[in-house]
């Protein structure tokens, strides 16, 4: 039989429902387990090394076109257009830099056999009431890699929901319908592409590389972008962007200047979010995350975990730790207490113990300790670069006169020059611009408090805040859309959500401004399985149901819009 010509051109809803849970069969738990274990086992972290990370994208493409090589589908791919370098949201390329090659790859270099894999199912071309839709995923994870595990149900690893559970949606969603129009049980009218990505996590250059590309833009009218959204619908994201702060001075040390610049942006973080009502965002998830500093962190929207500095001074134990305590409690008051919050899947307190310290005659060391994960879970965890910046504060403050030095821990002077980077977030309320400016004159402010406070040579100290790893947009596209109806009932239908819930914005950030920005009024929506507090952190994990549910919904949304369903 002709896939032209399906044996009933209209399916009602409840036919196509039934249709689909035979499509999907007994086996789906154990098949998801199986591709999602071996997708995870592959390191794709960035690296310096622009070969490597292009091995191991094939490796993951190997496997993507192996499980839809038997779909009546055309799979292609598509080199990163370099050309995309001029474009005014292109990320710069820091993860190619190293100590012995700083400037880093150019871009050539960089994407030389990289690049996007497609599956495009095409439909009707003849039927005039056709929607084409895109659904995008990512294959790219942040660093530390760790290998998969699976108990219970549930898969751990780095990318288990951030991303690669999304892209086990797309193949299982692609899979199913093909069976069902083989079947004869969907006439697919528009065109579905499919769309697995690289680069999401270092700052989108996969997807602008698909969005830049004015010819495929022909080819859907609405893009699903799926991550780890808690298969929820949102049709607004808040804004990102990732600052990196580089304080130098011969005269102050940077610990001390870095921790006054630090509480500074908290505080302009603090004010941006006490401006930013917004409809959709009634939590108003407005971050500021401090990720990195000197050799401590992993990633600017990773929340670091753990720092630690030294202090050459005469100070008795008991006289330190009555300082240290009085800064936690200032600190406590702001963001809580995490040793006091028990971890649900570990059964421990989300922090273990806010600090230690080891004395070694005048050389005492301070470690500051928090809880890791996304960016957007910074509520729910713990930052210790800013735990830290309230103690080396309240430390000067108290007994400056005794601290003969200070300094970041791992660094080789208390002076010289250090770098901070971070992110911040912000909602539609917002412009970028203003975001970024904000930002970076919090730095300097904080910085010539330091200076004032403590009678610094201002003309020894300078302070340059960028903003080249990642600047994206905040957006709304509303709710009146018939590709947002179409996702809001499929989500009802399918049990991830009531017609009494709010519809909200997405409290992060991800590859869907990238499509927003580019398009101006093309919905655009989030999507997909996994939990945004699992992202980016140690404990990262999905439920193997949720992906079930996800590829139901992504399934039951492309037939309504793109086929013959009603």
């Known amino acids: 039989m002709s896939l032209g010509h399906c044996k009933n051109p209209m399916i009602s809803i409840e036919k196509f429902l039934s249709e689909t849970d035979k499509a999907i069969g007994s086996g789906i738990h154990r098949d998801i387990e199986s591709l999602l274990f071996g997708l995870c086992a592959i390191d794709n972290t960035p690296k310096a090394d622009a070969a490597k990370m292009a091995e191991n994208e094939n490796f993951v493409f190997k496997i993507i076109r192996d499980e839809l090589a038997g779909i009546d589908g055309e799979i292609l791919f598509l080199p990163i257009d370099t050309s995309i370098a001029s474009h005014k949201t292109f990320t710069p ?44 995923a990512h294959i790219d994870t942040v660093a530390p890699h760790f290998p998969p595990r699976i108990g219970n149900g549930v898969i751990y690893a780095r990318g288990a929901c951030d991303d690669k ?43 602008l590389s698909l969005a830049f590309n004015r010819e495929l833009r022909k080819e859907y009218d609405s893009v699903l972008v799926l991550e780890s959204v808690n298969n929820q619908i949102h049709p607004a994201n808040r804004g990102a962007v990732w600052y990196k ?25 603090a004010a941006i979010k006490g401006e930013s009502a917004h409809p959709m965002f009634p939590d108003r998830p407005v971050q500021t ?24 001074a005469k100070l008795e134990p008991d006289d330190l730790r009555q300082i240290i305590e009085s800064a936690l409690k200032e600190y406590i008051l702001v963001y809580g207490d995490k040793t006091k919050v028990i971890n649900p899947d570990t059964g421990k307190p989300k922090v273990e113990k806010h600090y230690a310290v080891t004395h070694n005659a005048d050389k005492i060391l301070i470690e500051a300790f928090g809880s890791t994960g996304h960016m957007g879970s ?26 003969k030095s200070i300094k970041i821990s791992k660094e080789e002077s208390p ?15 917002h412009g970028i611009e203003e975001i970024m400016g904000r930002i970076a004159e919090a730095a300097k402010k904080g910085a010539a408090k330091c200076v004032n406070e403590y009678s ?20 709304d596209c509303g709710v009146n859309s018939p590709q947002v109806k179409n996702a809001l009932i499929a989500a009802e239908i399918c049990g991830l959500r009531t017609s009494e819930d709010p519809v909200k914005g997405l409290p992060v950030s991800c590859d869907a401004r990238v499509f927003a920005s580019e398009y101006p009024g093309m919905p655009v929506i989030t999507a997909g399985p996994g939990k945004i507090e699992y992202a980016h952190s140690d404990n990262e994990q999905v439920c193997v149901e949720d992906i079930v549910s996800a590829l139901k919904f992504v399934v039951l949304f492309a037939a309504m819009e793109t086929a013959n369903i009603h």
Do not use: W
């Not at 702060?245 to 973080?269: D, F, K, Q, R, V």
């Not at 401090?290 to 929340?303: A, N």
């Not at 729910?380 to 601290?403: C, M």
């Not at 002076?415 to 309320?429: N, R, S």
């Open 415 to 429: 002076f010289g020059k250090i770098t901070m980077e971070g992110g911040q977030g912000f909602l539609p309320t």
């Open 245 to 269: 702060t580089i304080i130098e001075s011969s005269e102050a040390p940077l610990a001390l200047l870095s921790s006054y610049a630090i509480l500074e942006m908290e505080s302009e973080g």
């Open 165 to 207: 559970a999304s892209i086990v949606t797309m193949i299982k969603s692609a899979q199913i319908i093909d069976k069902l129009r083989k079947a004869g049980a969907l006439r697919l009218n528009g065109q579905i592409t499919f769309m697995f990505v690289i680069e999401e996590e270092t700052g989108g250059n996969g997807s």
């Open 456 to 475: 610094i040579k201002d003309n020894s100290v300078k302070v340059e805040t960028s903003f080249d790893k990642l600047h994206n947009a905040a957006f």
């Open 93 to 136: 390329l820091h993860y190619t830099k190293t100590k012995e090659n700083p400037s880093g790859l150019g871009v050539d270099e960089t994407y030389k056999n990289r690049g996007n894999l497609l599956l495009k199912i095409k439909g009707n071309a003849s039927s005039k009431k056709s929607r084409s839709l895109a659904i995008n």
């Open 289 to 312: 995350c401090h990720g990195m500093i000197g050799q401590f962190g992993e990633h600017p929207s990773r929340i670091c975990g753990h720092v630690s500095f030294e202090i050459e």
């Open 378 to 403: 910074i509520l729910q965890n713990d930052g210790a670069i800013t735990k830290s910046a309230y103690i080396i504060r309240a430390l000067y403050q108290t007994r400056g006169k005794k601290i």
